[in-house]
């Protein structure tokens, strides 16, 4: 298999950076892009979500972008270039699948993760905590997913659900109970978090509940304001619960 387009937009990107090139492209370091790799990630995530191929091509392509272009801003000052990169992710690849490229035996999915984070840890000798390697850059969210599950991985679990349930009440509880802003702004962030707990006890991706839910929302909203006979600040409240009502009904139907 050639990879001549790939080959092609290296040299472009190289080009788009040279003095002759753009601009633009020659004043982008690390830092002013940091915002494009997370626009364009997200972006490849909603067109996954749309289960549309096309789109998808076409978001994989501006994430491709990024990279290329991170790798060409760190091989203009010696440090790496895109090479480098597909080195490294190969030879980790490899070294992540002994039941594939070694002779290592394997029964099911969750004994090739297990040897998975047995061999990352082996990797990581730099990292002293459990905690350590969970990015400061991903959504709050994803966060609080990840931590979970790294505490959970050494054992400090819930013994059942009726606990973690009751943990879950007594952190909307306390936020009841709380009277500064600070003190009811730390118990919320508890609910939220414990909240987060109770979607991986039911193997529920939090994220992606939530985008879920947003989703959702706003397109019932649309329908309520395509439904609206008049400006939707001037609806009492009454107004606002039937066409909410009426909104959910209609999108149900178009499920059917």
């Not at 349930?165 to 009841?176: A, D, R």
């Not at 009277?179 to 909240?195: C, P, Q």
């Amino acid at each position: 298999m050639e990879y001549k387009n790939l080959l092609e937009l290296i040299e472009t990107v190289r080009i788009l950076r040279s003095p002759g090139g753009c601009k633009w492209d020659r004043e982008q370091t690390h830092e002013t892009l940091r915002r494009n790799m997370l626009e364009e990630a997200y972006e490849a995530v909603d067109a996954i979500d749309d289960g549309d191929m096309k789109h998808l091509r076409e978001e994989l392509g501006d994430v491709l972008l990024q990279v290329v272009l991170h790798s060409q801003i760190a091989s203009e000052s010696g440090e790496f270039n895109l090479d480098d990169v597909a080195k490294e992710l190969n030879e980790k690849l490899i070294h992540r699948h002994p039941h594939v490229f070694g002779d290592v035996k394997v029964k099911d999915t969750e004994e090739i993760l297990a040897n998975w984070e047995k061999l990352k840890q082996e990797e990581k000798t730099h990292r002293t905590s459990v905690m350590d390697g969970i990015s400061r850059a991903q959504s709050a969210l994803m966060s609080a997913q990840k931590a979970s599950k790294k505490a959970v991985k050494v054992g400090f679990e819930w013994r059942n659900e009726e606990e973690l349930w009751e943990c879950f009440n007594s952190e909307i509880q306390e936020f009841k109970d709380a009277k500064t802003f600070e003190e009811k702004e730390d118990e919320f962030g508890d609910i939220l978090f414990a909240a987060v707990n109770i979607a991986r006890w039911h193997k529920i991706d939090a994220e992606q509940a939530l985008l879920k839910a947003n989703k959702k929302f706003i397109k019932r909203f649309r329908e309520m304001e395509r439904l609206s006979t008049k400006p939707m600040e001037e609806l009492s409240y009454e107004e606002y619960d039937a066409l909410w009502r009426k909104a959910k009904a209609n999108i149900k139907k178009e499920k059917v």
